[in-house]
């Protein structure tokens, strides 16, 4: 991810800890999720760590979700907690300051970008074209979320870029599933994928938290 910290990776990383050379490179999946309840993030989160999955990316697509990320990075220190669907500098802005460690958009524009790149926390730009890609490698951005995967053109398209573009690297999330996920994570240009899956809907409304740890646990164990 842009804008990278020097140190190895660990399976579990708490906020008093430097991140491995990516964000990326935490863990095959990283959950993508949304929360309407703020209460339910840090049992969420600690389920999702508890399985092997330190990256977690909670959505602005909830009045709650600010309040979400502020609960898991003042009190799951090992958690990764990222901010996604962040379209505006205001998004950016109000993200790193309820401490969100790495920020993730579906698109990108010139002055999202800047922002993005000003905040000072890792960052993956979304992209669905490889004019899109090359515009970003033009701007010293090398790794990118790939958005909507499947819709775009999923693993073919994706292993049609690596021979041409092979310094950029792609979080594809979008329609992924736990059986089409080794699909991706096959390519040499995908350290991981982004995953809904992981937080079923019933689940979550059930605070199911021993299931979702179980499906955490056997995302994380898809790279093996």
Known sequence: MTSPMPASASASVSASSPLPPSVLDLA???????????????PLARALVAGGLPAIEVTLRTPAALDAIRA????????????????????????VDAGARFLVSPGWTDVLLEAMRASGVPFLPGVSTTSEVVALLERGVREMKFFPAEAAGGTAYLKSLAGPLPQARFCPTGGIRPTTAPEYLALPNVPCVGGTWLVPEDALAARD????????????????
């Open 209 to 224: 938290w021993g299931r979702i740890e179980k499906l955490a646990r056997e995302a994380a164990a898809l790279r093996d």
């Open 72 to 95: 898991i990075a003042a009190q799951v220190p090992d958690a990764v907690v990222g901010s996604g669907t962040v379209i505006s500098p205001k998004h950016v802005a109000e993200s």
């Open 28 to 42: 095959p999946v990283v959950p993508v999720v949304v929360l309407e309840d703020a209460g339910d993030a840090v």
